[in-house]
């Protein structure tokens, strides 16, 4: 497991990813800046809450992409099963920093931040599982294209901009898990692949 942790750089890339998570989430949790509004009248608000979840998506990419074909296929360790707990903790650990900021600073785009993680987190997995260099891009796009063509009005996101929806909004939570949850499976499927 030594060569497992090395390898995937969970010391060197997981570990500060989930640092300057916690480090955004303290010090940026209601700051927002200004975007035009592409397709609604007048401007729209992006907190840098909902940019906050791409370091956790773009550190577990970085570490995932990190494979040793030779020792891997050839290895009876479970590393499929690995990779797994790792993006699992990850997206655990900074859903637990965002709530628990949240809760400490009655912030809403902080519970948003949580929730937002696990569905950008199984976007990237999904994503990758089709190509693995779109697992960087999707994310990051979903982010912003929701940004400026997410809202109908000013502050009344359309459905499937689920990042920008209210942080009690039970359908669009159970959305995200879900999303997350079948993101853990396409994860588990390919890495169970054999390299070609």
């Given at each position: 497991?030594?060569?497992?942790?090395?390898?995937?750089?969970?010391?060197?890339?997981?570990?500060?990813?989930l640092?300057?998570?916690?480090?955004?989430?303290?010090?940026?949790?209601?700051?927002?800046v200004?975007?035009?509004?592409?397709?609604?009248?007048?401007?729209?608000l992006?907190?840098?809450?909902?940019?906050?979840?791409?370091?956790?998506?773009?550190?577990?990419t970085?570490?995932?992409?990190?494979?040793?074909?030779?020792?891997?296929?050839?290895s009876?360790?479970?590393?499929?099963?690995?990779?797994?707990?790792?993006?699992?903790?990850?997206?655990?650990?900074?859903?637990?920093?965002?709530?628990?900021?949240?809760a400490?600073?009655?912030?809403?785009?902080?519970?948003?931040a949580?929730?937002?993680?696990?569905?950008l987190?199984?976007?990237?997995?999904?994503?990758g599982?089709?190509?693995?260099?779109?697992?960087?891009?999707?994310?990051?796009?979903?982010?912003?294209?929701?940004?400026?063509?997410?809202?109908?009005?000013?502050?009344?996101?359309?459905?499937?901009?689920?990042?920008?929806?209210?942080?009690?909004?039970?359908?669009?939570?159970?959305?995200?898990?879900?999303v997350?949850?079948?993101?853990?499976?396409?994860?588990?499927?390919?890495?169970?692949?054999?390299?070609?």
């Amino acid at each position: 497991m030594i060569w497992w942790c090395k390898g995937r750089r969970v010391t060197t890339v997981v570990l500060p990813g989930l640092l300057v998570f916690t480090l955004l989430a303290v010090i940026a949790h209601g700051e927002s800046v200004t975007l035009p509004g592409l397709l609604a009248p007048g401007t729209n608000l992006l907190f840098l809450m909902h940019l906050t979840p791409l370091i956790v998506t773009g550190s577990l990419t970085h570490s995932l992409a990190q494979r040793l074909p030779e020792a891997e296929d050839l290895s009876m360790r479970p590393v499929p099963l690995y990779d797994t707990a790792l993006t699992f903790c990850t997206v655990l650990a900074s859903a637990s920093v965002a709530w628990v900021v949240g809760a400490l600073a009655d912030s809403s785009t902080a519970f948003e931040a949580a929730r937002n993680t696990l569905f950008l987190t199984g976007l990237m997995l999904l994503a990758g599982a089709v190509h693995p260099q779109a697992a960087t891009v999707a994310p990051v796009a979903w982010v912003f294209i929701a940004a400026f063509v997410g809202y109908r009005d000013i502050r009344r996101p359309w459905p499937w901009a689920v990042t920008l929806h209210p942080a009690g909004y039970v359908p669009t939570f159970l959305l995200c898990l879900a999303v997350f949850l079948c993101g853990l499976l396409a994860l588990r499927h390919t890495r169970s692949r054999p390299t070609p």
